[in-house]
């Protein structure tokens, strides 16, 4: 039995279009904390000069990331801004010169083991390029390596809009094929699945043809049913292994990545560019020209609205409709891991008015998990920490399939958010008390 969640509208408009460039920002604004873990130490103050590549902000601690300048230019000032998560966060502001030099010292790793290939993906700023942020070099840096059974890539792209995964299967696709080579090389990995929905004829194509010029190397296509590219669904799906609650996929022997992820790893290696631009998907009901674009990273979102033609959106998100987080402005930048802009109309942006339950049950046959956001909403609303952790809601994804498929518009995926919140609480409390 495969996991499946539901049917939804795709609204891939932009998959035929290639980036194209957007025009040098005014100012570009860099936060320091562009991914899981602790923010970067700003290592630039107002005044400096800097380029494309230089080193403006380095990892604090194990779990960080490095940041480097997305332009060549002059750093205005350093100020706090607020993210879309509500927390501040420093960032450095760059007024570009628009010549975009390189920065001197870049140049193609030297890598000739694991240790150097980890110490490289740190440099390289790299972080999950599917949304999640996570420091890459974090996530291959296995203590054993035997454990690696399987490297998942996951190029599912389910979310509705969001073709910048798309876009790098079709032209990206020897980077993604040299990422798997250095994965085989200096980890050695022996066998790699490519999970890809089957609504990407052209990818699964491009990718096979790739495929059967590299040993250990298969696509997996999955049909298009939301959220095929969750990373417990995809890597059942595509292995039939269960990664354990509360557990990790290697608990179940394998590795998940990123399809862009990875070409940006196969492109470092290649370039020692770090990561400083994005193909950023920018589409919605509030656009008038879709676009793939690509902008340097701390563009601000409004400078993307505008190249697109968007027209005063109520609602700006950071990725798509299903999963994404509502920008507090549009003056918030471009970050490493926003791979689209949705921006909805006021009729897609009002929210539906919420009924009561009628125990119709569509939200548990829907949810991939076979969770019961129904008992969820009761226990939280109870503050039942017992109950919500007898339901699993820890185990929740946040996928909104069980909020899109229900007759009376509950704010289910909402709740279920805050009752993981409450659960953390409950939980820690028990710990104290033992
Ligand atoms: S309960 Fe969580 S995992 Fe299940 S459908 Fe709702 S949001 Fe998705
Ligand atoms: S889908 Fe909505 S109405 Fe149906 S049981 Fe779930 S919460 Fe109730």
């Known amino acids: 039995m495969k996991l499946h969640g539901t049917k939804i509208p795709h609204n891939k ?34 005044g400096d000069e800097v380029r494309v590549g230089t080193l403006i902000g380095e990892a604090d601690g194990f779990i960080s990331a490095p940041v480097h300048s997305s332009v060549s230019g002059k750093v205005l000032r350093l100020e706090d801004i607020r993210m879309s998560s ?40 790299a972080v999950g ?29 389910c979310e509705p809009y969001i073709t910048s995964d798309t876009r790098t299967m079709l032209d990206k ?3 993604i094929f040299k990422g798997i080579d250095a994965l085989k090389k200096y980890m050695g990995v022996k066998k790699f699945v490519i999970g890809i929905e089957d609504n990407k004829g052209q990818c699964v194509r491009r990718l096979n043809e790739f495929c059967s010029k590299t040993e250990g190397v298969e696509t997996y296509v999955v049909s298009s049913v939301y ?34 992820t990875l070409a940006f790893v196969g492109e470092y290696l290649e370039t020692g560019v770090p990561l400083v631009s994005k193909v950023v998907t920018v589409d919605g009901t509030a656009v008038s020209e879709p676009k793939n674009v690509i902008a340097p ?43 689209a802009v949705v921006a909805m109309d006021e009729k897609e942006a009002t929210p ?41 809601v820890d185990l929740c994804m946040e996928c909104g399939c069980c909020s899109y498929v229900c007759p009376a518009k509950r704010p289910l995926v909402q709740t279920n958010k805050l009752a993981k919140a409450a659960l953390r609480d409950y939980k820690s409390k028990k710990e104290d008390k033992k």
């Open 227 to 260: 959220p095929q590219g969750g990373e417990k669904v995809l890597v059942y799906n595509t292995t039939g292994r269960v990664i354990p609650q509360g557990g990790l996929p290697l608990d179940a022997g394998v590795i998940v990545i990123n399809v862009t």
């Open 86 to 125: 509500g927390a501040f966060v420093t960032a450095v502001v760059i007024e570009p010169d628009g010549n975009q030099t390189p920065d001197e010292n870049i140049k193609p790793p030297e890598v000739t083991d694991f240790e150097s290939f980890v110490d490289a993906v740190r440099e390289s700023g």
């Open 297 to 339: 990273i701390g563009t601000p979102i409004k400078d993307l609205l505008s190249f697109c033609k968007a027209e005063e959106p109520s609602k700006i998100l950071y990725g798509g409709p299903m999963m994404g987080i509502a920008v507090p402005s549009a003056d918030a930048p471009v970050l490493k891991m926003t791979n």
């Open 173 to 175: 696709t020897e980077y």
């Open 13 to 46: 408009n932009t998959a035929d279009k290639a980036p194209v460039a957007l025009p040098m920002p005014a100012e570009v604004v860099i936060p320091m904390s562009m991914h899981i873990g602790r923010p970067a130490k700003p290592v630039v103050k107002r």
């Open 129 to 157: 390029l599917g949304g999640a942020g996570f420091p890459s070099f974090v996530k291959l840096s296995v203590r054993d390596l035997s454990a690696v059974e399987v490297v998942v890539i996951n190029a599912a792209e």
């Open 352 to 392: 539906p008015k919420t009924t009561p339950c009628i125990n119709c049950g569509r939200c548990l046959t829907h949810c991939p998990l076979r969770l019961d956001p129904r008992a969820i909403s009761r226990a939280y609303k109870l503050k039942s920490g017992e109950d919500l952790e007898s339901l699993c």
